[in-house]
Nanobody, 126 residues
């Protein structure tokens, strides 16, 4: 059974940092693009960041550029999202996802991703 399991969410204050982790089991995604999405209450799930198979290319939503950093450790089958200078508008459930059809090109469309985690809640208080 293929699983993506996120961890690291929590309740923090504005300006704080968090690091999310997403660990895969059941198969390896070391040859695939991995992404992070988020969904706030009453809103659509939106793209946050993505990383190519070897970490050589990354992409970010404008709203998080300069504050968030995506990285991966293929030996650990894990992708990370370092989130700095958090803002209340970053409050959402954060999901990691795998695009098994791509190694380099980062899609920002949720429909292009094939496997999803269950999500981890991030709440930023003002």
């Amino acid at each position: 059974q293929v699983q993506l399991v996120e961890s690291g969410g929590g309740l923090v204050q504005a300006g704080d940092s968090l690091r999310l982790s997403c660990t895969a089991s059941g198969r390896t995604f070391s040859s695939n693009v991995m992404g992070w999405f988020r969904q706030a209450p009453g809103k659509e799930r939106e793209f946050v960041a993505a990383i190519s198979w070897n970490g050589g290319k990354t992409a970010y939503a404008d709203s998080v550029k300069g504050r968030f950093t995506i990285s991966r450790d293929n030996a650990q089958n894990t992708v990370y999202l370092q989130m700095n200078i958090l803002k209340p508008e970053d409050t959402a459930v954060y999901y990691c996802a795998a695009d098994i059809h791509s190694a380099v090109y980062h899609s920002t469309k949720r429909d292009d991703y094939d496997y999803w985690g269950q999500g981890t809640q991030v709440t930023v208080s003002s």
